[in-house]
C-alpha cells in the first residue's frame, strides 16, 4: 500500500501508475461480506447505491488547517496516475473517507479517536458496489506490477464473493455501564453560559454537543448493527469508517443529514435544524409536527442555517434556490429540514464545498468562529469525527458527503456515541438535554 501523506509531496511513487478493474457480478451480501473483510474498510449506503470497501491502495491523510486543500490535491494527483478501462459509472474506482470536526487532531495526545486523523480517504483494493439490481467489483493495485496484479486480484476476489460464508446474524451486544459527558448539571451551567454570551451579542447560535461512553456485555457486530439500521433508517446515509490504524475503532452511524452533493455543476445540499420528538400516536406526533413547523425558536435556528448555506453558496454559484421547509420524521426525532440546490458558475471540486460548508450551523453555529471557539472551550471531550464530513469522491471532483450524527465509535467492548443540539437565545437546559436523548436513540438502541 501506498500512504500519501497530504502534507508532503505526493511521493516519491509518482510516476508509478494505479491500475483498476471492474466485473459485473451476481448480488453480493454485504453483511456477510462486511464480515469477512480486513481494515481498512469503509461501508457507505446511500438512497439505492451500497458499497463496501476493503484494504488500501493508496491512503491519504493531513493533518492541520489545510486539510481540505491538501487532501483535494493529494487526491487529484492520485487519480491522474489512475487507469481505468471504460467502467459503469457505479462501478468507478472512487476515495472514502472523511474529516475531523476541529483540526489539530494530531496535538491532542491519546484520545477515543486514535487512529482517525484530521483527514483520511483510502483508495481501496476492493469496492462492491450494489446500485439497484446490480452489483460490481472494482479492484485496483499499483507498482510496476500493478496490472497482472489488478487481473489476478480481480479474479480471486469474484471466486470469493461467489463463495462467502452465510452470515448468521447476531442479536444487540447489551450495555453494562453508561458513563455521560457533561453531566445534566453542568449541561445546564454550559447552556446557561451560551444563552447568555447569545444575548450579549458575542454569539448568535452554538451547537453544544454530548458524549455517552457505554460498557458492552459483548462486541458489537457492525454488519448486524447496520442491517438493522437499514431496515429502520433506509432515508438515511449508513455509514462505517475504519482506518488503516490498528488503534482505531470503527465509526458507524444513521445520518440524515446530508452536507453537499456535487455532480457536474449541480450542488444539492439542506438545512436540517430544529428538532421535537415523535408522538406515542398519530395525533400526538401531528400536533408534535404542526408545534415545530409554527415554532419561532426552532424556525430561527434552522433560519441562521438556511442564511449560512446560501452566504456560503453565494460566491461560487450562480444561482441558489432554497425549496420548501419541511418536517423530517426519522424513526425518534422529526426535524425541519429546507433542501438547498446551487448552480456553480465554474467548475469545483467536491472538497472546494465540503471546505465552504463545514460545520454549518446545523452542527458548529454563528459567527463560525466564535461559535468554534466556544465548543472547544465548552466540551470536555474530542468530537472527533463526530458532526463532521464523511464520504467519497471520484476522478472527476464530484462526490457526496453526509454529517457524521446520529453516530458512534465502537471498539471491542466501549462505545461513544455522540449527540448535540442548537442554543439559540430562549433555549431551555432541560428542553435541549431532552433533544440530545432523543438523539442518542438510534445509536442506543443498536447497543442495548
Ligand atoms: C447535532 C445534531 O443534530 C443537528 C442539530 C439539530 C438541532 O439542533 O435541531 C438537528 C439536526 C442536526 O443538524 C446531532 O444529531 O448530534
Request: with cysteine; proline share 6%.
Amino acid at each position: 500500500m501506498e500512504t500519501l501523506r497530504g502534507d508532503e509531496a505526493v511521493g516519491t511513487a509518482s510516476d508509478l501508475t494505479v491500475v483498476a478493474r471492474s466485473h459485473e457480478l451476481d448480488d453480493v451480501d454485504h453483511a456477510a461480506l462486511l464480515a469477512e473483510v480486513s481494515r481498512p474498510s469503509v461501508v457507505w449506503r446511500d438512497g439505492e447505491e451500497a458499497v463496501v470497501t476493503t484494504g488500501a491502495t493508496a491512503s491519504i491523510t493531513a493533518n492541520g488547517p489545510d486539510r481540505f486543500a491538501t487532501v483535494r490535491e493529494t487526491a487529484t494527483a492520485l487519480f491522474d496516475r489512475l487507469r481505468t478501462p471504460a467502467t459503469p459509472q457505479p462501478a468507478r474506482p472512487r476515495l472514502f473517507g472523511g474529516f475531523a470536526f476541529h483540526d489539530g487532531a494530531a496535538d491532542r495526545g491519546p484520545s477515543t479517536w486514535d487512529g482517525f486523523p484530521d483527514a483520511w480517504f483510502v483508495l481501496p483494493t476492493v469496492q462492491v458496489t450494489t446500485s439497484g439490481d446490480r452489483c460490481w467489483l472494482t479492484v485496483t493495485a499499483t507498482g510496476p506490477d500493478a496490472d497482472r496484479q489488478a487481473t489476478d486480484r480481480l479474479e480471486r476476489w469474484r471466486e470469493r464473493l461467489s463463495d462467502l460464508p452465510t452470515h448468521e446474524p447476531t442479536g444487540r451486544p447489551g450495555i453494562v455501564d453508561q458513563h455521560r459527558t457533561p453531566s445534566r448539571e453542568d449541561w445546564r451551567e454550559q447552556v446557561e453560559d451560551a444563552v447568555a454570551d447569545i444575548r450579549s451579542g458575542t454569539l448568535r447560535k452554538v451547537v453544544l454537543a454530548q458524549s455517552l461512553s457505554v460498557g458492552l456485555e459483548r462486541p458489537l457486530s457492525i454488519p448486524d448493527a447496520l442491517s438493522r439500521l437499514d431496515t429502520r433508517y433506509p432515508d438515511c446515509v449508513r455509514f462505517a469508517v475504519t482506518t488503516e490504524s490498528e488503534a482505531a475503532g470503527t465509526l458507524f452511524g444513521a445520518t440524515p443529514e446530508k452536507l453537499v452533493s456535487l455532480s457536474g455543476r449541480t450542488v444539492q445540499t439542506e438545512a436540517l435544524a430544529g428538532s421535537t420528538g415523535r408522538g406515542e400516536t398519530p395525533a400526538e406526533d401531528e400536533w408534535l409536527g404542526e408545534e415545530l413547523l409554527d415554532s419561532d425558536k426552532d424556525n430561527h435556528e434552522h433560519d441562521l442555517v438556511v442564511e449560512a448555506i446560501r452566504d456560503q453558496l453565494d460566491p461560487v454559484a450562480s444561482s441558489v434556490q432554497t425549496g420548501d421547509r419541511i418536517l423530517r420524521r426519522l424513526a425518534t426525532v422529526q426535524h425541519l429540514q429546507t433542501p438547498i440546490r446551487a448552480t456553480l458558475e465554474s467548475d469545483r471540486h467536491v472538497l472546494d464545498l465540503v471546505e465552504a460548508l463545514h460545520p454549518t450551523p446545523a452542527v458548529g453555529g454563528l459567527p463560525p468562529d466564535a461559535a468554534l471557539e466556544t465548543i472547544k472551550s465548552t466540551e470536555a471531550f474530542d468530537r472527533g469525527w463526530y458532526a463532521a464530513p464523511v464520504g467519497w469522491m471520484d476522478a472527476a471532483g464530484n462526490g457526496t458527503f453526509a454529517v457524521a450524527i446520529r453516530s458512534a465509535l465502537a471498539r471491542e467492548r466501549t462505545a461513544s456515541l455522540f449527540a448535540g443540539a442548537g442554543i439559540v437565545h430562549d433555549s431551555d437546559p432541560d428542553r435541549e438535554w431532552d433533544e440530545v436523548q432523543l438523539k442518542y436513540r438510534p445509536m442506543l438502541d443498536e447497543l442495548e
